[in-house]
């Protein structure tokens, strides 16, 4: 049983790509912007574009920062939003800033 565990997490690893954590960015309270109107920065189950959408957030909208990591080219955070503490994902860094 170990064993088998062992062996999936090692592939769910290699699937996702996922490097090592980015630096220069802060843990702390950041806000949505950037986004085109009419559109909203998706909350995704991981970090990457090819996990599922939990859901949408619109410019303002208040999110606690974790931890950030890199995959690919992009900047994933791991966030919780400020208004509903149960709700968390991963947003792209390139939409957060400092509140």
Known sequence: ???MIGAVLA???TVCGC???SAGILPGRYEVFGVEEGDMLKLRAGPGTG????LGM???TE?????????????WC???LADARGATGYASYAYLRRK
């Open 1 to 3: 049983m170990r064993g």
């Open 78 to 80: 791991e966030v919780t």
């Open 63 to 75: 999110v606690d920062v974790g931890r950030c990591e890199s995959t690919g080219a992009t900047r």
């Open 51 to 54: 996990f599922v959408e939990l």
């Open 19 to 21: 490097a090592a954590p």
């Open 11 to 13: 592939a769910s690893v």
């Open 58 to 60: 619109p410019n303002g």
